[in-house]
């Protein structure tokens, strides 16, 4: 069993910047991946970032690579989404997720959290 809380959305003007954070809990994630995923009204599922919990390896979708980072901290079991220079267009539900790396990177994980709102107002 996985269990993933996210937190950190809310307003923020175009051009800003927000920190979304993901605490994670089960029984072992010595072999998952985690990572983020972003749903806009009327719109397909989008992968965002992930990182392999074991090696810290990262991966982006192009949209936002250079812009946002994804990061973790092994203490906490928790995954964090640094978004920098947010577009309007990137509103959206962003949601913490949790699987082994393939599925995730593929945008195809099997657990995934409540979700945060991000606005980004223009």
């Known amino acids: 069993q996985v269990q993933l809380v996210e937190s950190g959305g809310g307003l923020v003007q175009a051009g800003g910047s927000l920190r979304l954070s993901c605490a994670a809990s089960?029984?072992?994630?010595?072999?998952?991946?985690m990572g983020w995923f972003r749903q806009a009204p009327g719109k397909e599922r989008e992968f965002v970032a992930g990182i392999s919990w074991s090696s810290g390896s990262t991966r982006y979708a192009d949209s936002v690579k250079g812009r946002f980072t994804i990061s973790r901290d092994n203490a906490k079991i928790t995954v964090y989404l640094q978004m920098n220079s947010l577009k309007h267009e990137e509103t959206a539900v962003y949601y913490c997720?949790?699987?082994?790396?393939?599925?995730?990177?593929?945008?195809?994980?099997?657990?995934w959290g409540q979700g945060t709102q991000v606005t980004v107002s223009s």
């Open positions: 997720e949790a699987d082994r790396w393939e599925t995730v990177v593929f945008n195809k994980a099997g657990y």
């Open positions: 089960g029984r072992t994630f010595s072999r998952y991946a």
